[in-house]
């Protein structure tokens, strides 16, 4: 029954894990962009929702959409008139400027909302349900079937509409996409304001399980490199299946090895699949 | 040699000897503020090696400062080494942890290399953590020498070294192999250089320089948990300082690291808790205005508004 119990535990964070590292999928994979402010992207989400739901009693889940536009806007607005202009630098330049923009991030949170502990907690936070032996809290299966519909109505976006070709299009080749009269600078913020909504979506609903702070997002940061690794870069699909192998290592090593070790255990997943298949599990193309 | 090999090898010892009679004369604030740019210095030049010259970012240089740190510190306290014995201990072991993790890791380009480097320092830091004598959690305290000039003139004899070593790649025929590699790796290797050779010992090299710098800082501190030793905004902090000085170059990660350190200094102590604000807007700044770094800007011939717009056009989409 533990069994089963850790498996589901493992399930229901993998598919948070899993919309996180969409978007820092498809950043990467689109301007080859490691994104370090990720994690501060998560956490402004989460203040979004902070504030929406202590200011003015709305449900984190209704606030959902307020949330993912208002991230939209930023990470759009943070491309276009930033990041745009170094995109085509060297690798750690731009792994430099991301980083700069996290530190600015955090610091501005820290003044805005202060580094104490805020939580998001509706009424409903501590009702759980069981079935056939197992406790599942409501929430956490809320979020998970939240992440499973943003997460498809992503990928319809991608996959179905003239907007998602143009961005896949751009990641393909830029030149091309250039020529064929894509504006491409407007693709990229898009694209990033793609990833920071996702982000926020991400971050909204990890304000309900866990506490908010400005420092956050460090660890949230690394644990999206380490899922969209492990998927694979660029692919949705494989940012979902990694997500859910974090989640299941996390929580199979924490009930079985031990409450300190789950991030020695990503990490040193991270560092065997990065040498021994460094396109992901679901990957393809070349990764050396 | 040539004559003006020459007389840059002699200004550098002036320099150093300038260095070394410093403490006589400046404040004992001044001396700490020294020895911890004289790390941050050493730190920069050393991820040059692998960073600058052979072109692989590393972004897990911390985890040979940690080693380092924790080798020295076990040594000194759980074994009763001497602290002449522990620290090149600290050295060697950093050096042959770099050479046996860069084996396999070297084999990887940009961002998965990036990672992988990010992840194992992370790793180390995680079981340095679960390890009983590295102390786990709560860290180790070390015994308090009462000559602190003995780390001023340690981190300036690591300094001096490391960047001599940077001199030594920047004209030898193993500095230009590197170069080689970072330009094209393929070409390289056709051209006949054993290219995994080549990035072991630029990472082993690196490896060893940030492992003794660590060693003294474990010393100096006197007090190490895994947190501080194995803190991700080290790694950041140093490749900042060399990039805003200029990678590939022998001077710059030391410029880099003085103007910063100065500035990051002079934040702390106006601006208090807006200093690291005010820190990642200078990042954001100096990666947008002069990537190049201050030794092309002074090469292109000092500031001008022509400068900076061209470096805006260069890489803007």
Redesign the interface.
Known sequence: MLLLQVLVNGILLGGLYGIMAIGMSLI?GVM?I?NIAHGPLIMLGAYVTFWTFTLWGWDPFLSLPVTILSLFVYGYLLQRF?L??????Q???T???T??????M???A??FWSSDLRQVTPSYAAANFAVGGLTIPYVRLWVFVTTVVVSVIFLLLMERTRLGRAIRATAEE?RAARLTGIP??HI?AVTYGLGAALAGAAGAMWGMLFPITPIMG?ALT?KS??VA?LGGLGTMMGAIVGGLVLGLAESFSSTYIGP??P??IS??L??LI??FR?TGVLGRGE?? | MSIKRWARLLGGLAVVLFLGAAPGIVSAFMVQFLINLFMMAILAESWNII?GFTGY?S?GNVAFFGIGAYTTGVLLTRVGFPFALALPAGGAVAMLFAAAVGF??L??????F???T???A??MR??V??LEFTGAGTGLVMPILRTPLTFFYLMLAILAAVTLVNWWLSQSRFGYGLVAIREDEDAAAVMGINTPLYKTVAFALSGAFAGLAGGVYAYWITFIDPDAVFK?IIT?QL??MA?FGGTGTVLGPLLGALVLSAVSELLATQLA??A??F??????LV??FM?KGLSDLIRQGGLSLRYFARN?R????
């Open positions: 990467w080859n490691v930033i745009n202009l170094i995109v085509r630098a690798l750690f330049l792994l430099l400027i980083f700069g923009v996290e530190v600015v955090v610091n501005l820290r003044i830029l491409v600078g990229y460090g690394l490199f380490v690794v300190t070790y991030n020695a990490f040193g991270l560092v990065l040498i460094p990764g050396r | 960073g970012a972004f396999p890791i084999r990887l380009k940009g961002h998965y990036a990672i992988a990010l992840g194992t992370e790793m995680e079981v953590y679960n991700v950041v490749i900042i990039v808790t807006l690291e604000l820190y990642g807007l200078i990042i954001i990666v947008l990537p805006l260069e890489y803007r989409i």
